[in-house]
């Protein structure tokens, strides 16, 4: 045994920041910026500093605002008024504008001409669109927005790929105060409406169809059927991607943005609703999550200025759809100054590797993408280094998975050996990280390298116990400025409190198993519940039996995900079939395509295997989590309690299936 005197050797780093990035990093600048003037920790680097933002939170925060210039139109009378989760009241008084800040680097002269956007898709070299011009077309579209009389606090919806288009509206939702919702064009129309018929848009912007794959894909039909079922619509703004004409009673894109109108930034207040966000719906309707102007204003200034080390000289490219929480991330990148890459496609067209060609034609400096993108370029044979000019890519980031070791490796050798690897690690409930980015430590293999700041990031066992080097519970234990203000439609906060504080009051349990090592590094190990998460992409498994359970084949289905340790993720679908139905090949092809035309082809399962029914708790819910430790290999005594089963029996079909897997 290793004595607490002599504690076991720290591991070698995959990678070392040299002293002359350390020193040129914002983190660092800012740290010794904020032992000035604030009294962080002006030694220790990174641990002291993150010490310091989780003791001092106040201070912490508002020394945040002061380095990015925050834009207070009026005063705050408190940085934190109450610490109590859920309810946190951060910068009480304080009136701003998150699209003002995203938009303030057009007022610079020297910069308004330079690309704010750059956009790409599979048949296109990329095309720019400078801050003046999004800035007059925000104006423009906000203006238009107010003519039509939507007033702060009113839903503007978007379904739309990842284009111009989309960000403009976002910003002119913005820049009116009202609040912005948006889903992919590869969303089927029940789940479209499962998120926007809750929130009760009042304008929707669409595009006729989208480019996937080297096909086109037409959506008019889901539009018309969005305009019927959306009874609060005034108006729709057709966006002809593909080229068709307005439908008739849409308005024109074009129109609405060609006016030479100055931008009025509405100033509202901190937690002023900025959008809303949609959890995978795994127990019923999607969480229709609300995240303020200001809270979001902060938490991005921070992660993107500090943790991911971004200003004007840098292109900022992640894989993304509007979908998925790290679209909004990825706009975000416009506050620090930066240059936003835009990539509407297939990850994979026309080749695996496709997405290193986008970072190499844009001058990526940092490239986001999903684990289980790399493990497939791995599994390709894919040649990053060699086949591609990446030398403006100072590092690489993933996230909606854990990056397995084997995908630390093969970045390290096949794109570069001085390449920052970033696995980062947060969710859609805070549209932020909780660990993950830090330009000025070491990376091991297979960990983040560090909570956030700000973050008070634990693991903590059954009991609510903090451990080190020990699987737990993933806790934050003080307030972040992005949590969620509170659910749409739920006026009792009931649903928000259950969603986060149920198992342990007043502290956040997020639902991943996590340990944090000795050496300060994280490590996530998957979710601790069942959301389906294929290629960053979220969806809960009451979309899927809603589909499926359609078919008259079909009596009750049990969809679980499984992150692999090979980095892979295999989603297997069960289904207990109705009496005189077979599982042949016509019904397994009626499935799947019923699963890609009514949700997303992301999450077509796996395998379709015929099971002799599908276990229930007591109270007649399908029983996932413990399915999925099952398929996992935990023995069945460990992976359910069994006085909660209503057939035990079943289980035991579950667990033979796992041996055979082997």
Not at 77 to 85: F, K
Not at 288 to 296: F, K, L, R
Not at 302 to 320: A, I, M, N, S, V
Not at 443 to 466: F, K, M, N, S, Y
Request: proline residues 8%; negative net charge.
């Amino acid at each position: 045994m290793t004595s607490a005197a002599n504690p076991a050797p720290q591991p070698a780093p995959l990678w070392q920041p040299d002293p002359d990035r350390i020193a040129a990093a914002r983190i660092t600048r800012f740290q010794a910026w904020a032992a000035e003037r604030y009294g962080a920790p002006a030694e220790g680097g990174y641990p002291a500093l993150h010490r310091w933002s989780v003791a001092e939170l106040d201070t912490f925060w508002q020394a945040v605002a002061a380095w990015f210039d925050i834009r207070f139109s009026s005063p705050y009378t408190a940085v934190l008024a109450d610490r109590t989760m859920p309810g946190a009241q951060w910068f009480p008084g304080a009136a701003l504008n998150y699209a003002e800040h995203a938009l303030r680097t057009a007022e610079d002269p020297a910069r308004a001409d330079a690309p704010a956007l750059l956009h790409v898709d599979e048949a296109h070299e990329p095309v720019e669109i400078s801050w003046s011009a999004l800035r007059r077309q925000v104006g423009s579209l906000a203006a238009q927005l107010r003519a039509l009389g939507v007033r702060p606090g009113d839903r503007v919806s978007g379904y739309l790929p990842n284009v111009p288009q989309a960000v403009t509206a976002l910003l002119a939702s913005a820049a009116v105060g009202a609040v912005w919702t948006s889903c992919a064009p590869d969303f089927g129309a029940r789940s479209v409406l499962d998120r926007f018929q809750q929130v009760e848009p009042v304008v929707l912007f669409t595009v006729d169809g989208y480019r996937y794959g080297g096909k086109e894909h037409d959506r008019t039909d889901v539009v018309a059927e969005l305009r019927r079922e959306l009874p609060t619509l005034r108006a729709v703004v057709h966006i002809p991607l593909l080229g068709t004409p307005a439908p008739e009673g849409t308005l024109e894109w074009s129109a609405l943005t060609s006016d030479e109108v100055e931008p009025v930034f509405e100033q509202v207040p901190f937690d002023h609703p900025l959008w809303v966000l949609y959890s995978s719906g795994t127990t019923g309707l999607p969480k229709a999550i609300v995240q303020s102007q200001g809270g979001i204003l902060l938490e991005h200034f921070k992660q993107l200025g500090l943790h991911c080390d971004l200003g004007p000289e840098d292109r900022f490219f992640w894989y993304t759809s509007t979908g998925w929480m790290m679209w909004n991330f990825l706009v975000s990148g416009l506050l620090t100054g930066t240059t936003v890459v835009l990539y509407d496609g297939s990850p994979g067209f026309p080749e695996t590797g496709a997405q290193w060609g986008v970072a190499e034609r844009t001058g990526a400096t940092l490239f986001g993408t999903s684990a289980a993108y790399v493990m497939a370029c791995r599994k390709a044979d894919v040649y990053p280094g060699r086949d591609f000019d990446l030398s403006r890519v100072k590092g690489v980031a993933t996230t909606g998975s854990p990056l397995p070791p084997d995908g630390f490796r093969w970045l390290h050798d096949e794109v570069r050996e001085d390449l920052w690897i970033a696995s980062v690690s947060g969710g859609t409930d805070v549209c932020s990280c909780f660990a993950g980015a830090v330009p000025t430590l070491p990376v091991h293999i297979g960990e983040l390298q560090a909570p956030c700041l700000g973050t008070d990031l634990q693991a903590w066992d059954a009991q609510g116990r903090p451990v080190i080097g020990e699987v737990g519970e993933l806790v934050v234990t003080n307030p972040m400025p992005s949590m969620p203000i509170r659910f749409w439609n739920d006026p009792d906060g009931s649903r928000y409190r259950d969603s986060y504080f149920d198992m342990f009051p007043g502290v956040w349990r997020h639902g991943d198993w996590i340990t944090i090592t000795d050496h300060g590094s994280v490590i996530i190990h998957g979710r601790s519940d069942s959301t389906l998460n294929r290629q960053g992409v979220r969806m809960g498994s009451a979309d899927i039996y809603e589909v499926v359970e359609r078919l008259p084949e079909i009596r009750e289905s049990l969809v679980i995900g499984l992150e692999e340790p090979d980095g892979g993720y295999w989603m297997p679908l069960f289904v207990h079939l109705a009496e005189g139905a077979a599982l042949d090949e016509a019904l397994r092809t009626k499935i799947k395509q019923a699963i890609r035309s009514e949700l997303s082809p992301r999450h077509v399962p796996d395998e379709i295997i015929e099971a002799p029914g599908v276990p229930h708790t007591l109270t007649g819910k399908r029983i996932e989590v413990p399915v999925k430790r099952l398929l996992q290999g935990t023995a069945l005594d460990k992976a359910v309690n069994p006085g909660s089963v209503d057939n035990l029996d079943l289980l035991r079909f579950y667990e033979d299936i796992a041996r055979k897997r082997g």
